[in-house]
T-cell receptor
Framework: KNQVEQSPQSLIILEGKNCTLQ??????????LRWYKQDTGRGPVSLTI?????NTKSNGRYTATLDADTKQSSLHITASQLSDSASYIC????????????FGTGTRLLVSP | NAGVTQTPKFQVLKTGQSMTLQCAQDMNHNSMYWYRQDPGMGLRLIYYSASEGTTDKGEVPNGYNVSRLNKREFSLRLESAAPSQTSVYFC??????????????FGDGTRLSIL
């Protein structure tokens, strides 16, 4: 069964600190992996996309990694800001032709002042 | 650009009532999607429309119908609402579902409660 599991479920960090969110997937055939940020009361917004051949990709203070052999990805947030408080959702594209997506349940991050 | 616009933002229904959730995008996207988001679960696909004039069932289509009115608009209808349909509903669109590198753009959701 195609699944995406994220850890931790929730996380509280102090402003200015770094953190790393984890994503493990059992999705086949793999097309790509994307991290979305979802602010409270808003829809998800794409942060970064990783394809099979990519190991690392950065978007400002966000750095995503992908290990296609172990089927693991991580999202590292550097120098956290209050505006980083949100849910972070790992999404894997499972079907090249129809763009079907498998969503993780998300990690809820709270950045405390 | 407004992106993806969903109406209404909030709605309370009684069991057995019907209603239609509206979605419109102004990005000239071909593919549109309806999802539901429940606590402790990932987003689940209800229906999608790969292009104007076509619709297909997703993972959880029972109790719902959809209409791709034109390229911009994709509506979701609950014919006889049930408490199990209490959820947050998201509409999304992208240039083409056959190009997985294209991100899906989401609206801000409709929060629906069925009493």
């Amino acid at each position: 069964k195609n699944q995406v599991e994220q850890s931790p479920q929730s996380l509280i960090i102090l402003e200015g600190k770094n953190c790393t969110l984890q994503c493990n997937y059992t999705v086949s055939p793999f097309s790509n992996l994307r991290w979305y940020k979802q602010d409270t009361g808003r829809g998800p917004v794409s942060l970064t996309i990783m394809t099979f051949s990519e190991n690392t990709k950065s978007n400002g203070r966000y750095t995503a990694t992908l290990d296609a052999d172990t089927k693991q990805s991580s999202l590292h947030i550097t120098a956290s800001q209050l505006s980083d408080s949100a849910s972070y959702i790992c999404v894997v594209s499972a079907d090249l032709l129809l763009g079907k997506l498998v969503f993780g349940t998300g990690t809820r991050l709270l950045v405390s002042p | 650009n407004a992106g993806v616009t969903q109406t209404p933002k909030f709605q309370v229904l009684k069991t057995g009532q019907s209603m239609t959730l509206q979605c419109a995008q102004d990005m000239n996207h071909n593919s549109m999607y309806w999802y539901r988001q429940d606590p402790g679960m990932g987003l689940r696909l209800i229906y999608y429309s790969a292009s104007e004039g076509t619709t297909d069932k997703g993972e959880v289509p029972n109790g719902y119908n959809v209409s791709r009115l034109n390229k911009r608009e994709f509506s979701l209808r609950l014919e006889s609402a049930a408490p199990s349909q209490t959820s947050v509903y998201f509409c999304a669109s992208n240039k083409s579902g056959r190009q997985p590198e294209q991100p899906q753009h989401f609206g801000d959701g409709t929060r629906l409660s069925i009493l």
